[in-house]
């Protein structure tokens, strides 16, 4: 377990920032959604900034034509739920989310997630 923690805190520390999966091609989220839009327009980019456009917009999906009419549809999430596999279809996070999920990442550990961790890697009290 200490062997874990101590490689998570290296690798946490090191790596880049995963950038919260901006925009996933083939997945999809289900559940949540408050407006479905017919678009015109092919590209998901379109659907995207639908969503940023939108305070309530948590997270997107944007179907291929063919999948829901013959236009291309884009349904606007109140919450961003876990993508699973979609062909034709195409997701991501709204604007707000991604920049805070990024600012969680880079804020730096409180004294008392250091503490702990501390706790953790010197192991059970005798």
Do not use: H, K
């Not at 289900?30 to 327009?41: F, M, Q």
């Not at 550990?109 to 890697?121: K, S, Y």
Request: proline share 7%; net charge negative; aromatic share 8%.
């Amino acid at each position: 377990m200490r062997i874990f923690l101590t490689l998570f805190l290296v690798f946490t520390q090191i790596s880049a920032p995963l950038a919260a999966q901006d925009v996933m091609e083939g997945y999809e989220r289900t559940g949540s959604i408050y407006e479905r839009l017919d678009i015109a327009t092919q590209p998901a980019d379109r659907c995207a900034a639908l969503c940023d456009g939108d305070m309530a917009c948590q997270s997107w999906v944007w179907a291929r034509p063919g999948l829901y009419g013959d236009n291309a549809q884009c349904a606007l999430l109140s919450s961003p739920p876990t993508p699973r596999l979609a062909p034709g279809r195409v997701t991501g996070l709204s604007q707000v989310l991604r920049e805070r999920i990024e600012a969680a990442y880079e804020r730096p550990l409180t004294e008392r997630e250091i503490e702990a961790l501390r706790a953790v890697d010197d192991g059970p009290q005798r």
